[in-house]
């Protein structure tokens, strides 16, 4: 069994200094000098026309809780929702406490 795993385990072993060799170390600056902020990129390679097509994209999807209902809606919903579970929760504990044994 242990000849088995041992030729196994040393190909993972190797597999994984292969994969980590490159990232082992942060590299030298060099000459061009990267942007110090996020996004700034972006820019510089003319990513404005992407940019924009993105933010038109997102102002044209509802926001997520007025997708189908209104707050009106939600709100009438949560009214009923606590009573229900107001009766089911007093019903549970009655039944809890008239067991006889907790």
Known sequence: MARAVLP???LVVLGALALLRGVAFVAAPGQEQAPALRGQDVVAKSGVAATAAYASAAAVVPMPAEAALSEKQWNSFGQVFAIFFLF???AGFVRLLTLGRL
């Open 8 to 10: 196994a385990a040393l």
């Open 88 to 90: 089911f929760w007093v």
